[in-house]
């Protein structure tokens, strides 16, 4: 069985990947309220668009993150198990 891993953040990451979390939750009950509201596909469609930007947005903050502080520790530690997790990681980004 795997290990579990933590990463450590700050108050104030936590606090900004909050933020974003919260502005993407308020994005999707407006879209949920056009869809009640019977609104225009494409406003919708455009609402949808939105959010999956930001959530693009918010994934490529924490892999950053996870790049420079995870990733990297692994590394020093010789730690080669990293590698898998990466490529798998990227194939997710990508699939």
Known sequence: MKEEKYTY???SEKKKIENRLNRIEGQVR???KMVEEDRYCN????Q???????IKSLSNYILEKHLYNCVSKDFEKDNN???EELVDLFKRFNG
């Open 43 to 46: 406003d919708i469609l455009i």
């Open 48 to 54: 949808l668009s939105a959010v999956d930007s930001s």
């Open 9 to 11: 953040r700050s108050c």
């Open 81 to 83: 198990e990293v590698f």
């Open 30 to 32: 407006g879209i949920k």
